[in-house]
């Protein structure tokens, strides 16, 4: 199995900034890709940004400029910096990573819980 558990969330004033960080564990060969979706209430699960192992990131139009995606390969971690951020970015922050169990085995999706991120003044 792989686990994956973020930190972080919290509650934090319109412009202010959070960092996230999510560490995977358990039995895995590699993590190819990790990264951020992100769910607020009565909306639908969105991606937020994502980075592979070789450090190429992609971010959602919506945080393009104010979050940064970054990860620890060594530590199995991916991180989460939040800047300007605004009453729209609150919802449940997921982690997630893409990881392949064995050499040449495939790549399957793992899911951390979740942590809860609240911008409100």
Excluded: H
Aim: a positive charge; aromatic letters at 10%.
């Amino acid at each position: 199995q792989v686990q994956l558990v973020e930190s972080g969330g919290g509650l934090v004033q319109p412009g202010g900034s959070l960092g996230l960080s999510c560490a995977a564990s358990g039995s895995f060969f590699s993590i190819a890709t990790m990264g951020w979706y992100r769910q607020a209430p009565g909306k639908q699960r969105e991606y937020v940004a994502s980075i592979t192992t070789g450090g190429s990131t992609n971010y959602d139009d919506s945080v393009k400029g104010r979050f940064t995606v970054s990860r620890d390969n060594a530590k199995n971690t991916v991180y989460l910096q939040m800047n300007s951020l605004k009453p729209e970015d609150t919802a449940v922050y997921y982690c997630y990573a893409r990881a392949r169990r064995i050499v040449v085995g495939p790549l399957n999706d793992y899911w951390g819980p979740g942590t809860q991120v609240t911008v409100s003044s």
